[in-house]
């Protein structure tokens, strides 16, 4: 219960401190790299629900991100439909997408599902590459309006757009929190505990499953749909299974099944790779031992191990305990025998 | 006529290159119980092995081929020693996170190397060869025979001999295999030099009438894992035939249906037959 308590004023600190960043950063290329690691974490996010929390590793997850931003690409720039209905839209899209493929995807289990999701991810990229009637093809869809103004309030430059994401991402934070603590949450864990006991508790395995998958996808959509708004340029290589590596790199380096495990990922390894700017397409020299290394080293993550340190910390502490009490005890019982 | 003998020859020549590739990657799955992700970056560094020792060092096209074959069935090796055999009790989760890491690597390491760039393998048998009004490509049919040359030595191997027959009782049953004492570690690292030769012949031989560039081994990897689900994860005669299916499915898709989305046809197959089959065409050799 200590880290419960604890949490509360952590979280507050962090929600300033994310507040703060936009006033002390030394210039917008800053925010502008903090928003972009905002918008990765928030399908990140989602990604852990299947992934860390229902034990399912979906490889299409950066195909969904991709429909979530085609679809406001589509609908603002070639029919004129106004951002935030495109927004609403692309979540819609992403889930009605996403409810079809976790249907036929999720009849298969472990490694079949996930072969199964790589080969949707990249029909997804191909039907995106060659539909050029509908996506632009290769060419990808340019000059993305950015979103529209709401009241007086307006998204025309970095700082505000961060405010935005950054309201996107609480907002997706807090719902992921209200997920995974309710009995859907406990009924996820459950099924990537393992599925045959899972079951045995009564738990609809395949509309469980299907649930987590959509909800995962209408992370993945939202997230498409801000990025679109953001960087206001998609292209069909957003699909690529590379970018559904990278979340994993994301949920792996935070901590997976944690809920801010895929946020910490991202905001480090999205600066990591901004230092090492000569890396930039040579990322993943670093990042794929990197995740070798994680998986057989440090499979927790930092907040899982974190975490880990508490609770046995927790448990020395309870011993020690329990070891007093028995002690006090045994005195007590030696002393009404005398 | 003459077309569709055209499209059969294409099919066959893409059905042995895919059915080499899902071999390995099969026989890699009856030992570790985890798709190897990484296998289509092994066909990639296998065309680049061969395409440096053609292109710089000048060496025979036969002679880059048993080169590539060697450099990639080491690396192989060295992935399952480093990586996969420490994992071996872990999450199946981790393994398949582990092999995306090494596609990673693979990919960035060869790009910083030769760049992202486009390659060709400069064609050793640029011929036609002409039978009554028939045409082919000599290298086309070189592919075909020397595929399935190799798939037949590969099956008298595992049948006839008594270390190839080790690798099929390791896949069968790992506790019975060690019970009759056989060395778990010594066929594992066999399997995976096979498997790696096999991707490296594969990409050799496809790589004259094909591109060499670091991503080339996505749709072929792809494909492969689709071809042993359909043929049954395990079963080495379910990737062969698994291998020509989706290769006649996509030349005859190209020219009857569309080129531009011929590398859709194995996937909507997959979709299509996984629909109503989860268990796969042969689940015979299937574990799921």
Redesign the interface.
Known sequence: MTSKTLQKPLLAILLVLAIVFPMVAANDYYIYVMSLAYIMAIAAVGLNLI?GYT?Q?NLAHAGFMAIGAYTVGILTVDYGVPYWIAFVVAGIVSAVIGFFAGL?SL??????F???T???G??IY??IE?SDALTHGTVGIIDIPAPTGIGPIRFDNTWSQYYLVLFFLVVSLWLMSRIVHSLLGRAFVAIRNGEDLAETLGINLMRTKVLAFVLSTFYAGMAGALYAGFVRFIGPAMAL??HT?DM?AFI?VGGIGTLFGPLLGAILLTWLTQSLQFLQ?????V??????LL??FF?QGLIGYWRERQVRRAAASMQDRRLQRSVIGSQQEVSTNA | MNIFFQQVLNGLTLGSVYALVALGLTLVYGIL???N?AHGALYMVGAYAAFYLVGSLGANYWVAMAGAAIVVAALAVLSDRL?FH??RN?P???D???A??????????I??IWG?EFHRLAPPYPQIVRLFDLVAPAQRLIIIAAAFGLMFVLHLFLTRTLTGSTIIAMAQNREGASLVGIDATKVSVLTFAISGALAAVAATLFAPINLIYPSMG??VI?KA??II?LGG?GSIPGAIVGGLVIGFAESFGAFYVST??K??IA??L??LI??FR?QGLFPSGAR?
């Open positions: 992934l034990g590793l036929l009849r298969l289990k472990g490694h079949f996930s072969i199964f790589l080969c949707v990249f029909m191909l039907v060659k299974e590379s590596f994993i792996l397409d040579f990322r993943m020299i990042f794929g031992p990197l995740l070798i998986v057989m499979p | 119980h985890i798709p992700f990586i420490r994992l872990a199946p989760l981790h398949m996170i582990a995306i890491g090494l596609l990673l690597f693979l990919e960035a390491g790009q910083a992202a996505h749709l792809m894992f689709v689900i994860m531009n989305y590398d859709i996937f909507a997959l979709v996984l629909s989860p799921a």
